[in-house]
C-alpha cells in the first residue's frame, strides 16, 4: 500500500522541501578572505537527505552584493517552485517550503533589515530595543507584536532597510528561523560559563567560582570524558579550553554535563536558572518530550525574566531575546536539531582543512564542494556496527533494556 501511494504521488509530482545554509567563514587569520557559501539539504514526504549539498560560493575580502548574491538563487527557486524539474519521464519534482538557516548577521543581510544590535533588531517581532552602558538590550516583555510576512514584501516595516529578492519565494521572515547553534549554544551558554568560570572586565557576579570549585568541576568533567561515546561528535575538553570550545561542546555541557557537575557547587539560584535553559532545549530537541512543549515555553519565559535580577540589565541581549522565538519554529518546523546550522559548520570545516594556500583560493573551494556532492550523493548507509570496547559497548534496545557488548565474533 505503501509503495502504490508513492508511484501515485509520482505522478501527481513529488514536491521537495529544502533547507537552505548561508554563512560566512574565514579561511586563515592571516587573511580578510571570507568564503559564503550556500549549502542545501533536502527533505521529502518519503526520503530526507541530510547530508548538505553545495548550491553556489563567493569568495572575497568583502560581504557579497546581496541582489548578486541572491537574485540567482530566488529566480531559480521561483523556477522549481512553478514549473519543476523533470527527473524521470512522467515525473516531476516541484520545490516546496524554502527555509534558510544562518546566523544573525547572516539573516540579517539576507533580509534587507537593521542589524541585530539595532534598536528594531529582532526580525521576529516588534521590540524596540535602548542603549544601556553602551550596550543594546531588549528588555522582558509579555506582548509581542510579531512582523507579518505582507508587510515585508511591501517594504513597510520598520526594520527594514531593502526589499531582500527572497521575499517573493518564502514567507518572511517565518523561513529565517532561529538557530540554536548560534543563540542558544555559542551565545546564551557560552556567556554563562563565561560568568561561571572565568570573568569579563568591570563585571563581577555571584556565580563566579572559586579556583577551587572551578578546579573540582574540571575534574569531574575529565572523569566523564573516557565515557563519552563516539555517538558525540566530539568529546568535551577541560575547563583550562574553554575559550576555544566548539558548539558542540557547549550543547555537550548544557544538554549532559551541566546539571551534574554544576549541582552543589553553583550557587542554588544561579543553578535553577541554568537548568530552565537545560529543561527547555531537551524538551526541545528531544522527540520523546514533545507533548512537554509548553513547559518549555514556560522554562524560557522564566530563564528570560531572570536575566536582569541575577545578573545585570545589560545582559538582556538579542540572543537572549530572540530564544523566546524559538517554540514557535519548533512547533513549525519539528526539533531544534532539524533546523540548526550544524551539518552546515561540519561541511564548513572539511572544506577548511582542504584549503591549503590562498591562491587559487575559489578554484580550491569550488573543486573540494564538488568532490564532496559526489562522495556524499553515492555513499551507502553506513551499517550498525558492534564493538566490545569501552564506552561503545553499550546498547539500548527497543523495550528499553541496556546491553552491555561483552565479545565480537565475526
Known sequence: LRDRQFLCDLRDGVRIDAKFYIDGANFFKASKLKMWPILMTLEAKHCTYPKPLPVAVFCAEHKPPLFEFAVVLAEEIRYLKTFGWEALPSVRIFMGNAVFICDAQARCFLLGVKQYNSFDGCEYCRIVGHTSENRTIFPYSRDLVKREPEVYRQGAECNQRLISPLVDVCDVPVAFPVD????????????????????????????????????????????????????????????????????TEYRQFLLYIGPIVLKDVLAPEYYEHFILLHVAIYILSSERTQQLRHHARQCIENFAQRVPTLYHVCMQSYNIHILRHLPDFVELYGLVDSFSAFPCESLLSHIKRRTKVTRYIFQQTVNNLANWREAFATMEPSPMKFTDKRPNNFAIVSNNVIIVVKDVYV
Not at 547553534?181 to 563566579?208: A, D, E, N, Q
Open 180 to 247: 540554536y547553534m548560534h543563540c542558544v549554544c555559542l551565545g546564551i551558554v557560552k556567556r554563562l560559563m563565561t560568568f561561571y568560570f572565568s570573568s569579563i572586565p568591570g563585571m563581577r557576579f555571584r556565580c563566579k567560582l572559586m579556583p577551587a570549585q572551578a578546579g573540582l568541576i574540571g575534574e569531574a568533567i575529565m572523569a566523564i570524558r573516557p565515557y563519552i561515546p563516539s555517538e558525540f561528535q566530539r568529546k568535551i575538553r577541560s575547563i583550562a579550553h574553554l575559550e576555544t570550545y566548539k558548539a
